[in-house]
C-alpha cells in the first residue's frame, strides 16, 4: 500500500494550495480518507476527514470554511483545497485512509490511532 501526497508549497498568507493524495495497493472506496497535520515541535492533529462514499466530511474548528476535502474514487485520490492560508497552517501535511469494515458508507473519524495507512506527508509553509 501506498499513498502519495503532493502538492505542497511556500505560498504568502491568504493564499491557496491543492494538497493530493495517490493511494495504491488497495481498494481505495473501501477505506474513508483524512488529512493530518504536523508543525514543528508539535504533535500531528487532525484536520479533516471524508466517508469512503464521500459524503460525509469532517473538519477541525480552526480550518471550518478555509478547507475543503474531496475525493474521487474513480482515481483513487483524495484532496485537500486550503484557502485562506495562514501562517499558523504551516506544517508537513499527511495523508491517511482508515479501512471501513462495517457498510457505514457515512463512516469518518478523527481518531489518529485509528488510520491503517499514511503517506510521506508533503511541506506547506504559509509567509506572513
Known amino acids: 500500500v501506498q499513498l502519495q501526497a503532493s502538492g505542497g508549497g511556500l505560498v504568502q498568507a491568504g493564499g491557496s494550495l491543492r494538497l493530493s493524495c495517490v493511494a495504491s495497493?488497495?481498494?481505495?472506496?473501501?477505506?474513508?480518507m483524512g488529512w493530518f497535520r504536523q508543525a514543528p515541535g508539535k504533535d500531528r492533529d487532525y484536520i479533516a476527514g471524508?466517508?469512503?462514499?464521500?459524503?460525509?466530511?469532517m473538519y477541525t474548528d480552526s480550518v471550518k470554511g478555509r478547507f475543503t476535502i474531496s475525493r474521487d474514487n474513480a482515481k483513487n485520490t483524495v484532496y485537500l483545497q486550503m484557502s485562506n492560508l495562514k501562517p499558523e497552517d504551516t506544517a508537513v501535511y499527511y495523508c491517511a485512509a482508515d479501512r471501513v469494515y462495517t457498510s457505514q458508507t457515512t463512516y469518518v473519524s478523527p481518531q489518529e490511532s485509528y488510520y491503517d495507512y499514511w503517506g510521506q506527508g508533503t511541506q506547506v509553509t504559509v509567509s506572513s
Open positions: 471524508i466517508s469512503k462514499n464521500g459524503r460525509n466530511t
Open positions: 495497493g488497495l481498494t481505495f472506496s473501501g477505506y474513508a
